[in-house]
């Protein structure tokens, strides 16, 4: 584990970037890098609901700032687990005239909604993005170019989970990503491989990749002061964007 000390006297967004942001040298240090993984783990991949930096996700940072190999899809996909079950409960327990605000990686979901019902919702892409489009390896950055027209993200919610109760068959366009078209080499490849030379690695890969997870997701439950616990088993490859 890396020795770095990380300061934490001021976790507000604000007081935090200042605090983190060198003027003195062109250079980036290990503190400040660090820094900026925190922050973007904090505000654009977990999207935290405090109004302060979680101290939780600095441990992360420093892995991610030492080059270790770590799988973040996973991680992310239990969070948002975790923030639809904290959600259901708000929305449950939500009063008229209060607020709802619901946090967490919904991105993903919406990614997961968009590339699912992607024929049932009114979507284009437009023209200056096409190239761009087609380029990209990536396929949360090609759903994320894709546009509604003037639809409402509670009208287009509404679409996608009408459809999810319709469907009592099971279609190729409920596993948009079984087509592996875009990603990472391993997951373009052929599979099986028919090469000799990769086939240890890439059996290697596809046997973590497939091989069932089970994320263990607790809550406190503010009324019955009771503790429950969610258990969600991750076996399609289709889940991990």
Not at 61 to 90: F, P, T, W
Not at 91 to 120: D, N, R, V
Request: glycine share 4%; aromatic share 12%; proline share 5%.
């Amino acid at each position: 584990m890396s020795q770095l000390s990380f300061d934490f006297t001021r976790p507000a967004y604000g007081n935090f970037i200042l605090d983190h942001h060198v003027t003195s040298s062109t250079e980036m240090s290990d503190i400040e890098h660090i820094a900026f993984l925190t922050y973007w783990l904090s505000m654009y991949i977990f999207c935290s609901r405090s109004l302060q930096i979680p101290k939780k996700f600095t441990t992360l940072a420093i892995q991610l700032h030492e080059g270790r190999d770590i799988c973040l899809g996973k991680l992310i996909l239990g969070s948002l687990y975790e923030n639809l079950n904290q959600e259901v409960m708000s929305i449950k327990e939500f009063q008229s005239g209060g607020s709802l605000i619901i946090p967490g990686s919904i991105w993903l979901f919406q990614l997961s909604l968009l590339a699912t019902f992607k024929t049932k919702l009114t979507i284009n892409l437009p023209p200056n993005l096409s190239k761009g489009h087609e380029e990209r390896s990536i396929e949360r950055i090609c759903l994320a170019m894709l546009q509604y027209d003037n639809w409402s993200s509670q009208d287009l919610f509404s679409i996608a989970y009408n459809a999810l109760l319709n469907c009592d068959v099971f279609t190729p366009s409920m596993a948009p990503f079984t087509t592996r078209i875009r990603g990472p080499t391993w997951f373009t490849k052929d599979f099986p491989t028919t090469s000799i030379e990769d086939v240890a690695e890439i059996n290697a890969v596809w046997e973590a990749y497939l091989t069932p997870k089970f994320f263990y997701l607790a809550r406190l439950h503010l009324a019955a002061l009771m503790k429950s616990m969610v258990i969600n088993q991750i076996m399609s490859p289709d889940n991990l964007v």
